[in-house]
């Protein structure tokens, strides 16, 4: 392998990934804020360094993924980011989940040092990142997109190059739409079977090779079944993300009247206490209302 790989943020993404790209065979540089989450990656041959700045004077592909804009443009530009470190020519991946804008301007910002920039986040949630099978959503120069396929077909089976800079986190958007309008479907379909008496798992077995399939019926709902609400992507990172999408929808002018009431929904289960769950546990929002809880048997 050619190039260095470095990987700031080693979350509940970013674990997984990391360990993809050794897996691999890449020349792999760690940081995290948390030191302890680098152990295992440390001993299956990753190297620690001790700050961003650091990781970047020794590699020559970077890769991020943290939790919000602010902290993509402490790790990429802060008094101990990438850009102090990295030698021109350097390739900066953020595989974060970031405003459109904010990409743009971390793109701007990295190229006025000679640094090239994709932004490419990540759809598939902690079972894609552990298996290597996340969606990703790139934006930037075809040129920068081609360097970088190595590196994404390590962690990623779905690899689509949708445009320049920000419209990889205008299409990540797209998709939180779309996993949160379905998580509500399939948040008021288990509530109307298990207020009407039907058998659940049959119910989902029936359901779920037609035309109501989906990844999020097929992953989720058995989850919300068992009671079990270990997340993949957590209410508070879907919080944030809907966030995004609802700025981002304004500043174009689109209505978005579901996404906008799951937005509140989850407001409801963090003021509840509940943000450190699986997003999937929006179903309790919807049992609260109906005064049912599904499964659990």
Request: some cysteine; charged content about 15%.
């Amino acid at each position: 392998m050619s190039e260095r790989i470095g990987f700031i943020g080693l979350g509940i993404m970013g674990c997984g990934m990391a360990a993809n790209l050794l897996k691999a065979g890449f020349d792999l540089t760690i940081w995290n804020r948390t030191p302890g989450r680098a152990d295992a990656l440390i001993a299956a041959g990753a190297k620690l360094a001790t700050s961003p700045v650091e990781l970047a004077a020794s590699c020559s592909l970077i890769c991020s993924c943290v939790s919000d804009t602010p902290d993509v443009v402490e790790v990429l530009l802060g008094a101990q980011g990438v850009i102090h470190g990295a030698a021109p020519g350097t390739l900066v991946i953020d595989l974060s989940t970031i405003s459109p804008q904010g990409a743009r301007t971390i793109a701007a910002a990295l190229a006025e040092r000679g640094l090239h920039f994709l932004d490419a986040p990540v759809s598939g949630g902690s079972e894609g990142a552990a298996r290597g099978t996340l969606s990703i959503m790139v934006g930037g120069p075809a040129e920068q997109v081609a360097r970088a396929m190595p590196c994404l077909q390590a962690i990623g089976t779905t690899i689509t190059h949708v445009g320049g800079h920000g419209d990889g986190q205008t299409v990540k958007l797209v998709n939180q739409i779309l996993v949160v309008g379905t998580m509500l479907a399939v948040s008021e379909a288990l509530v109307f079977a298990q207020a009407s008496g039907v058998d659940l798992e049959k119910t989902l077995q029936a359901v779920s090779g037609g035309a109501a399939g989906s990844w999020t019926l097929t992953n989720r709902a058995p989850q919300c079944i068992r009671r079990d609400w270990r997340p993949g992507f957590t209410i508070d990172l879907q919080q944030k993300d809907l966030r995004l999408v609802l700025q981002a929808a304004d500043a174009v002018g689109a209505p978005l009247l579901g996404t906008a009431q799951v937005f509140q929904l989850y407001r409801a289960l963090q003021a509840a206490g509940l943000g450190h769950e699986g997003n999937h546990a929006l179903i309790k929002a919807i049992e609260r209302l109906a005064g049912i809880e599904v499964g659990g048997a």
